[in-house]
């Protein structure tokens, strides 16, 4: 495929990639979905009249929103038109957007624009998928012969996060403060967390028309309520959760941000790098089957930029080590009759490898602190500093193309000081 708007082989945002965002610029502070397209956004706003297939003719209306919650609720008959609309629209042989009057209005370079949450998110859910993340972190607290909780191979485990606490990248993360157990049978002490990490994660955003309290869907049946996906840094403060968790589980140790991706890859980009699902043994119960795969060659990665400016690769993983899949996460959501909406974010838990410079998070690359790892300024981190930078890229390799999620970043402010 070969679009009119200029970008080269390394750039994330090719027409055979179209993602969604919510962005504004100085000079129309108004939130608009845009699509991107090379190191441009298409505002469909400006061109939702030309959306005049059979199915969408009678929704042009969504791409005026300020969020994709409406689109989002549609179909994916709906999302495949939209999509099969742009990439005419974009191609080199349709002169539609190509007309100087059009393209001046309807696209913006995206250093101009700010980009925001692209979506209201109601309710957001994480879970826990990575068997190499869960057996590297059970084997440091309870041993290798107990690594794995004895649910765990059964149905994918996850938490309820915070959704108000989820920022757009770039956003900066304040250190929290909380209760923390410095010494063994001791006493706690209050103050800023010294255990700060990252969570190399993956999150998808549900789509469809919202489900009705008491419907469950199997997982033979889930795709079609994933509108998208989207990168994710599942901030923890592992001193505050080691106190906090038992008994039930995270708390303030992750509800005080989450980021994430601007722009949201539409399953039907990701298709062409789905891989076999991961070999599950004991089989899963009836309802977390399928038979379709839903995992996919996506490669991410880690980087840690200190406050003198030097960036260093820390992890390289790959989302095709997961052991639940999405489908098999929304099944398991909804199986007991819970109700999930439009806009609602489901995670993958941290993403980790099967060798250590794969691992998704600092406690599993410095162990638990016992082995600091080495930044190229010459420092070396055990966890997380003030003016620490961390950044997740996500990308699947084509035959000639790559298909991006764009940044997820933020920085490590101080804690407050009251």
């Known amino acids: 495929m070969k679009s009119f708007v200029e970008y080269s082989s390394e750039c994330e945002f090719p027409i055979e990639n179209l993602p969604y965002g919510v962005f504004s610029t100085a000079s129309n502070p108004q939130k608009r979905i845009g699509v991107a397209i090379g190191n441009e956004i298409l505002d469909l706003s400006a061109i939702s009249h030309l959306f005049d297939g059979p199915l969408l003719k009678n929704n042009q209306n969504v791409f005026h929103r300020n969020g994709l919650n409406d689109f989002m609720a549609l179909s994916r008959p709906i999302w495949k038109e939209a999509r099969t609309k742009l990439q005419d629209l ?15 209005k309807a696209f913006v370079k995206q250093s101009e624009a700010t980009m ?51 920022v757009v990248s770039g956003t900066p993360i304040r250190r929290p403060r909380g209760q923390t157990l410095p010494v063994e049978d001791a006493d706690p002490a209050f103050g800023p ?44 403060a592992r001193d505050i959760q080691k106190w906090e968790y038992i008994p039930l589980g995270p708390f303030g140790s992750k509800n ?40 996919f060659d996506m490669k991410l990665e880690v980087d840690i930029k200190t406050p003198n400016g030097t960036v260093t690769t820390v992890s390289r993983s790959n989302y095709k080590h997961q052991y639940w899949t999405p489908l098999q996460q929304v099944a398991h959501h909804t199986v007991t009759g819970c109700n999930i909406n439009p806009g609602d974010v489901m995670a993958s838990g941290t993403v980790s490898g099967e060798t250590p410079d794969s691992y998704g998070s600092m406690l ?47 920085k490590l402010l101080p804690a407050l000081t009251e």
């Open 116 to 166: 925001h949450l692209p979506a209201k998110i109601g309710d957001y859910t994480d879970f826990y998928s990575s068997i190499h993340h869960a057996t590297n972190v059970g084997t440091m607290f309870r041993g290798k012969e107990n690594a794995l909780p004895p649910n765990w191979k059964y149905l994918p485990i996850a938490y309820h996060g915070r959704a108000s606490s989820i």
């Open 90 to 104: 974009l191609s080199a042989n349709n002169q539609t957007l190509q007309k100087p009057d059009i393209r001046s």
């Open 256 to 295: 005080f941000g989450t980021t994430i991706s601007p722009w949201i890859v539409t399953m039907e980009a990701l298709e062409p790098f789905k891989v076999p699902n991961m070999p599950q043994n004991p089989t899963p119960f009836p309802y977390l089957q399928h038979s379709e795969s839903c995992n």
């Open 193 to 236: 967390s010294r255990l700060m990490d990252f969570e190399l994660e993956v999150a998808m955003f549900i789509g469809g028309p919202p489900t009705k309290l008491g419907e469950s869907i199997p997982a033979s049946k889930a795709y079609d309520h994933i509108f998208g996906m989207t990168t994710m840094n599942d901030w923890s």
């Open 364 to 410: 599993e690359l410095a162990w638990k602190g016992t082995r600091p790892v080495p930044l190229k300024d010459g420092t070396t981190r055990k966890f997380l500093q003030d003016g620490d930078e961390v950044n997740i890229r996500g990308y699947c390799v084509g035959d000639g193309y790559r298909i991006g999620f764009g940044p997820c970043s933020g």
